[in-house]
């Protein structure tokens, strides 16, 4: 095991340690957290070879860039961006060697997407809460890194023997995400909400909502049409999962994140597809969304589509360092 540091020579808008949130701490009302686009961070971590919920970077804007004291391979995906080493552009969604003394630089189009990942081979010391390295402003756990800092690796990588500019490492089954210019299609699978509103299943679905900058990690606030129950009958506080859309009493539609309440009284008249919860985490300011209502049984079946894809990186990057002689966590890819 050798240590290595990673020297941050910009920690672009708001970069922070990331991982795949906590496990088991909503029954004690602990919000899971973790990254926003969870398929973008568990695919940084597969194609360096680590575990996929292991501790990587998450970056929210501006430019992200480090430099490291020897060779490390990493991989940056998430929304489109820009990244070069030592000031020449490769690759994102793959792979890298980065040789020791070279600068990566990773600068993301907040027009595409709003979070980039980067993941390095091996593990990243941070702090951890309730058994997560995923940040909490609330409870005061921030995680940010910023420029000047040093952040730790702790890596078996030796480097493959081959130059920074050859063709790519692998060939690997890489499942990279589409980010259209046009609105984002989300499938919603109506609940028992939808009933206690007459007619927004027929608004929602021919209306665009908006992306607005009130918009935050506890959920995404949208501009457009709404309607409210008649009456004020109050209704009963109830929990609320990830992707929930609420209407509250203002005039807004609120996409609940990973870092909601975990109970709220308002409606909610559906409940985003597992399969485009990445995509949400990715929806910044400005963001055009559409939703398109389907059924519980098509949503499992996209999102076992997309969760097929993943577990096969995962089993194609495992035997590519395996058969590169270092360590390949086929027993954590799940």
């Not at 890194?145 to 952040?151: K, L, S, T």
């Amino acid at each position: 095991m050798t240590t290595v540091a990673l020297d941050i020579t910009s920690g672009g808008w708001v970069t922070t340690f990331q991982d795949l949130g906590r496990s088991g701490t909503e029954q004690r009302g602990v919000p899971t957290g973790g990254a926003a686009d969870q398929h973008s961070a568990a695919v940084a971590n597969l194609l360096v070879g680590n575990a996929r919920g292991a501790t990587l970077l998450e970056s929210l804007g501006g430019e992200l860039a480090l430099v490291p004291d020897a060779d490390v391979l990493l991989a940056v995906t998430g929304a489109p961006a820009q990244v070069t080493v030592g000031c020449a552009p490769v690759d994102s969604w793959s792979p890298l060697v980065v040789p020791a003394g070279q600068e990566v630089r990773v600068r993301g189009d907040v027009s595409k997407g709003t979070r980039a990942y980067l993941a390095v081979n091996g593990t990243l010391s941070a702090g951890t809460l309730l058994g997560s390295t995923a940040p909490d402003a609330r409870m005061g756990f921030g995680q940010v890194i910023a420029r000047g800092d040093r952040v730790v690796l702790e890596t078996e990588f030796r480097g493959f023997g081959r130059r920074l500019f050859e063709p790519p490492l692998f060939r690997l089954p890489v499942p990279v995400p589409r980010f259209d210019d046009g609105p984002w299609v989300v499938d919603v699978v109506a609940s028992h909400g939808i009933h206690t509103i007459t007619g927004i299943r027929e608004l929602i679905e021919d209306s665009t909502y908006v992306v607005t900058p009130r918009s935050n990690h506890v959920g995404l606030r949208l501009d457009g049409p709404v309607l409210h129950p008649e009456g004020d009958t109050e209704i009963v506080s109830h929990g609320v999962p990830i992707g929930a859309l609420q209407i509250p009493h203002a005039d807004e539609l609120i996409v609940l994140g990973r870092y909601r309440s975990l109970t709220a009284g308002y409606p909610i008249v559906g409940v985003a597809s597992r399969a485009c919860l990445p995509l949400l985490g990715q929806a910044g300011p400005g963001r055009e969304l559409r939703f398109r209502w389907t059924d519980r049984e098509t949503s499992l079946r996209r999102f076992a589509t997309r969760e097929a894809e993943v577990r096969a990186l995962g089993h194609a990057a495992a035997e590519a360092f395996g058969a590169l002689g270092f360590s390949a966590p086929l027993s954590r890819i799940n």
